[in-house]
Structure formats: C-alpha cells, structure tokens
C-alpha cells in the first residue's frame, strides 16, 4: 500500500536541543508540505518542496530546516531556534491534476518540549 | 472506510456568481471543521473554520455553514472570483475519545478530504 510514513509518533525533546522529524512516501509524487497544528488552530505551512533539491519556506519556516536529498524522503529539523515548538507535526503530500485531487497525509508527530 | 468526503473533484462558476463547497463526514466525535485552499505548486493554506457548536462562521467573502445532524458542511464564496480558483480541502478534527471525554492525544489531528479543484471563469 502506497502512503506517508511520519516517525517517530510521539518525540520528547529538552530545551535546546535540535531534534529531526521523518517523513518518507512511496507514492512517486514530486510534492511535499510540513505543517504545524496547534489545538483548535489549523494547519499552519512551515516548509514545502515541489522537487528533490528544492524547498521553500511557508508561513511559518522561522526556527526550523528542512531537505529533500530523494524524491521519497522530506525530513524536518526543529531547531533550538524554535521558541515554541510544542505541537503536532504533519507531513503530506498532495498531487493535483485536471479535477482530480489527492491528498495523503502522515500520521503525524506529536512534540513536546520537556 | 473515508470519514471525510469531498464528492463533488471539481466545480466552475462564473466570476461574480456564488461557490458552493460540499463536505460530508461521518465521525460524530468530530467537533471542528475547517477549510484549507491549495494554489498550484504551493501548499494548502488555512481559510476558515467552524466549531460544532455554531452552525455559520463568516469572513468577508466566505462562510462556512454546518449541519450537524446531517453530518454535512458546505463553504460558500460570493461573489467568486478568478483568483479563487484553486483546490479546496475540508478537515474535520475531534479531540473527544470514544467516551465523549477531551483527550489531549487526538487534539490536533485533523482529518482531511480529497479535494475540489474551484474553477471561478472570467
């Protein structure tokens, strides 16, 4: 079955420590997205990539890195810069073609800052 | 089994004239709905949303009306315009177990359709 994989599930991190969340699809699709969630708000865009070897930042990129070294993997580093980066990641991948839409969205990453 | 359903992939309206936007979920744990809008080669951004306990949210152009006995929420845009055009997404998410109780673990979590590809004609 083909989908998006998010691991780990649930990630504990220490206050100023860098931490790497994994995203990996085998759908062949060329895009990718990171979004952020925090309870009652919706998905916010913190980095996307239409391609491997590139990315852009999205609404929210401040405090966070990301790469696309192969088409089927998308990692995101949240980094010490983050000032709050408690909350619920998720991963997805989206393809568009003549009215006929897909979205695949992992299962999501919950991180909490300890 | 999909518990959120956008039937309708694509829709074209003439500018000026009203969008209608059809979500069905089949979740009743689910208890907020919202509506992301994707343009081609970017990532789908956050547009509006409603919670269970209203049953109309507006703002400007687009509102969001839900009826939860039908399990059913449509956004509606008037007037439409061509910059509309792009793939719109409905989410419903619930942070209530099985036991109706507020759980921490699934607030956050967001359920998202296929897609309608909105095609607003000059």
């Known amino acids: 079955d083909g989908g998006i994989t998010q691991s780990p599930k649930y990630l504990f991190r220490k206050e100023g420590q860098n931490v790497t969340l994994s995203c990996e699809q085998n759908?062949?699709?060329?895009?990718m997205y990171w979004y952020r969630q925090d309870p009652g708000q919706g998905l916010r865009l913190i980095y996307y990539s239409q391609i491997v070897n590139d990315f852009q930042k999205g609404d929210i990129a401040e405090g966070y890195s990301v790469s696309r070294e192969k088409k089927e993997s998308f990692p995101l580093t949240v980094t010490s810069a983050q000032k709050n980066p408690t909350a619920f990641y998720l991963c997805?991948?989206?393809?568009?073609?003549?009215?006929?839409?897909?979205?695949?969205f992992g299962q999501g990453t919950r991180l909490t800052v300890v | 089994d999909q518990q959120v359903k956008q039937n309708s992939p694509s829709l074209s309206v003439q500018e000026g004239r009203i969008s209608i936007l059809n979500c069905d979920y089949t979740?009743?744990?689910?208890?907020?709905f919202l509506w992301y809008k994707k343009y081609p080669a970017e990532g789908p951004t956050f547009l509006i949303s409603?919670?269970?306990?209203?049953d109309k949210n507006e703002d400007g152009r687009f509102t969001v009306f839900l009826n939860k006995s039908a399990k059913h929420l449509s956004l509606h845009i008037v007037p439409s315009q061509p910059g509309d055009s792009a793939v719109y997404f409905c989410?419903?998410?619930?942070?209530?177990?099985?036991?109706?109780?507020?759980?921490?673990?699934?607030?956050?979590?967001?359920?998202f359709g296929d897609g309608t590809t909105l095609t607003v004609k000059p």
């Open positions: 759908l062949n699709h060329d895009a």
């Open positions: 997805a991948s989206i393809t568009t073609g003549w009215g006929n839409t897909e979205a695949f």
């Open positions: 989410a419903a998410d619930g942070a209530k177990n099985l036991s109706g109780i507020w759980d921490n673990t699934n607030a956050g979590k967001s359920t």
């Open positions: 409603i919670s269970s306990i209203k």
């Open positions: 979740n009743s744990m689910f208890d907020y």
